[in-house]
């Protein structure tokens, strides 16, 4: 992995914000695989910091080119959505932060076939999330810096992030984490047994396991976007 160093007048245009998906127009870009996961394995509550790891990898025969921003957010954006498939609104930092009419410097960043580049963000300082609930997040990869609606961009794959209203004090949330922090893993259940779960755990408003079976990915692709192949689970 080799890096130089550059500087744009403005990356973003002023006035413009990130976009919550494929920009109209515009191509996907060349930048091998870009995934995301949650840094820590844990219960999140209203108002923690949520810590991300996005990662690139360059997964071409060739060597992979891209320019990474000391502002992060020219290179990164998150669309986040409830269970309802409603958009979370941007946090006031990163709207701020795009759209400084500052010069972005930036460095010229170059992977070799296998490498991977990695980084870790608070997911709070992109999205402002003003309620608990069940949230599908995805980020997108600008490799080439964000200069408006058209610049080349790179999907993620989708999480589901489970945010609890918040606590009073330690000892509640240690409660909280005792009650509900094993990780809920699906089981080969048949179907009709598939159903009745489900339906209970509405019932009784456990969206977490409400969820388990559900593929959300399907339930949030436009019709017109082609399926995905399955993935491992």
Known sequence: ??????????????????GTGSPQGAAPAPTGTFTVRFYEKKIYFLGDEIQVEASIENTTPDTLRFRVADNRYYNLDFDVRTATNLAVAHAKEFTMGRNSD???????????????YSFVVDLTKYIDFTDAGLFVVQALW????????????????RMTLNIKP??????????????????????????DEVVSYTITARQKSQFEKFFLYLDLESLLRPSDDPPRPPSAR
Do not use: H, K
């Not at 600008?142 to 794959?157: A, E, H």
């Open 1 to 18: 992995m080799s890096g130089g160093t550059g500087m744009s007048d403005q990356a973003g245009a002023s006035g413009q914000q990130g």
């Open 102 to 116: 500052q010069p972005v410097f930036f460095r010229e960043m170059s992977l070799e076939p296998g490498e991977n």
């Open 142 to 157: 600008y490799p080439d810096l964000f200069r408006g609606p058209g610049s080349p961009v790179t999907q993620s794959n």
């Open 166 to 191: 918040p606590v009073m004090g330690a000892e509640e949330r240690a409660r909280v984490e005792a009650e509900t922090g094993a990780l809920i893993a699906r089981a080969p259940l048949p179907p």
